[in-house]
């Protein structure tokens, strides 16, 4: 995991977790990190000085040993293991990412999931080579853009956020 200070454009300093640095490069260039004060999305790295260890540094850290006689003789009770941090949820953006998730289960209910054969698939729906239906599935933008040009009805659907990430 990375921590990184974050600054938005508004100039509010906040810190996020991260998987690994990819993980923030993706989840900033897709819109997901936003600052917590202002909700602005256009959030860059903050300077930060690396935390180096000298010699001298691990010597002043150094803990002392505890005589034996006061080590406890039973074990430490040990502490539930807590899922790995990420950029932390506001109440309201708790709730828009439920709302989302109900709007695309309701949305796909009655649908068939083609996957990457949507682009595809649609097409052949609407040449008539395979039954009417209602699909989906995945396909990028410029294969979206594709089907509307061609008159074929499509929809984006939100994806859930607990997909993407």
Known sequence: MIKYTLI????????SWFPNAEAYDTQVKRGF?????????????????PA????????????????????PQEPAPQMPEM??????????QQQMRAMI??????????????????????????AGEAPERSIHGKASMEE?????????????LPMPPEDRN
């Open 8 to 15: 938005c454009d508004q100039e509010h300093e906040f810190e």
């Open 33 to 49: 990190v936003e600052c917590p004060h202002c909700q602005s999305k256009k959030v860059s790295k903050a300077l930060m000085a």
């Open 52 to 71: 180096v260890s000298t010699s001298r540094k691990k010597e002043a850290m150094r803990i002392p040993q505890m005589p034996q006689e006061l080590v």
């Open 83 to 92: 899922p790995a941090p990420v950029a932390l949820l506001d109440e309201q």
């Open 101 to 126: 998730r109900e709007l695309h289960d309701k949305l796909t209910e009655n649908s068939t999931n083609v996957g990457d054969q949507f682009t595809q698939e649609a097409r052949k729906i609407h």
């Open 144 to 156: 979206a853009k594709a089907l509307i040009e061609e008159g074929i009805p499509v929809l984006p």
